[in-house]
Nanobody
Framework: QVQLVESGGGLVQAGGSLRLSCAASGRTFSSLSMGWFRQAPGKEREFVAAISWSAGNTYYTDSVKGRFTISRDNAQNTVYLQMNSLKPEDTAVYYC????????????????WGRGTQVTVSS
C-alpha cells in the first residue's frame, strides 16, 4: 500500500505561482511513476503531469506546458508540481497519483491516489 498526502494548495491571483507537494509513504517510492491530475467544478478529472520513477521522463498536458514543472525527490519520497503563470482556468482540486506502470495520462494506470488539495486562481 502507498499513502499519498498533497499539500501546498491555496488561493493565488492570476499570474502567481504555487508549489504543490505530495508526500508518499508505504511501498518503495522510487519504483513508482507519479502523476498529477485535477478536477474543476462540474468537470471530469483530467491529467496534468507525470514523471517516471527515475525522473528521466516527464509529460504534460498541453494547457500547462511551459508553465508547470513536475519533479521528484526520491530521498524525500516527495513529488512536486511547480505552477507558474497561473490562470483562473487552473482552478481545481489537484490530486497526486502513484503506480507501478510507466507514467501515463490515463487515470487507470495509477493504483494509489491522494485526497487532493484545492487550488483557486482569482482573476
Amino acid at each position: 500500500q502507498v499513502q499519498l498526502v498533497e499539500s501546498g494548495g491555496g488561493l493565488v491571483q492570476a499570474g502567481g505561482s504555487l508549489r504543490l507537494s505530495c508526500a508518499a509513504s508505504g511501498r518503495t517510492f522510487s519504483s513508482l511513476s507519479m502523476g498529477w491530475f485535477r478536477q474543476a467544478p462540474g468537470k471530469e478529472r483530467e491529467f496534468v503531469a507525470a514523471i517516471s520513477w527515475s525522473a528521466g521522463n516527464t509529460y504534460y498536458t498541453d494547457s500547462v506546458k511551459g508553465r508547470f514543472t513536475i519533479s521528484r525527490d526520491n530521498a524525500q519520497n516527495t513529488v512536486y508540481l511547480q505552477m507558474n503563470s497561473l490562470k483562473p482556468e487552473d482552478t481545481a482540486v489537484y490530486y497526486c497519483a502513484a503506480g507501478p506502470r510507466p507514467p501515463s495520462t490515463y487515470q487507470s494506470a495509477y493504483n494509489y491516489w491522494g485526497r487532493g488539495t484545492q487550488v483557486t486562481v482569482s482573476s
